[in-house]
């Protein structure tokens, strides 16, 4: 994973945990952070494609925002099972990373995520995350900014 994140221009540090971090509140525990401040990516189905929703570990991902966003029907976004994430990223749950796919995916960022100024990101596995910023998922994803939040 770090050749990825170099390949995408943010070579970073790699924090590697003994114990897996599948969750926000189990990561934000391990790094001693809010759970706001952990980017869940979340994929979903969208009508004929699939896309990910790097979403703040502190809420919920409104379906209907979503989907208007990327132009479907809202009971068109699903969330993904675990072959599919696997096989649109090339990564298990638990652990996904914003790049290092086998082909560019539709990517959301959070909103939310840019009221911490470090956030941390999955590294492609359960066991390992990496720092960043909202605006740098933003550009590594070449994704958008958008309120995620369900309410």
Known sequence: MRRALEDAGAPREIQVFETPVPSAAAAAEQLGCEVGAI????????????????????????????????????????????DTVERATGQRVGGVAPVGHPAPLTCVVDVALTAFPTVWAGAGDEHSMFPTTAAELVDLTGGTLLEVAAG
């Not at 703040?56 to 479907?72: E, I, M, N, P, T």
């Open 39 to 82: 980017a869940n990516s979340l994929v979903f189905t969208a009508g004929d494609g699939v896309v990910l929703v790097l979403a703040s570990g502190a809420h919920r991902v409104d379906l209907g925002r979503v989907a208007a966003h990327l132009d479907v029907a809202k009971r068109r976004v699903k969330r993904a099972d675990p």
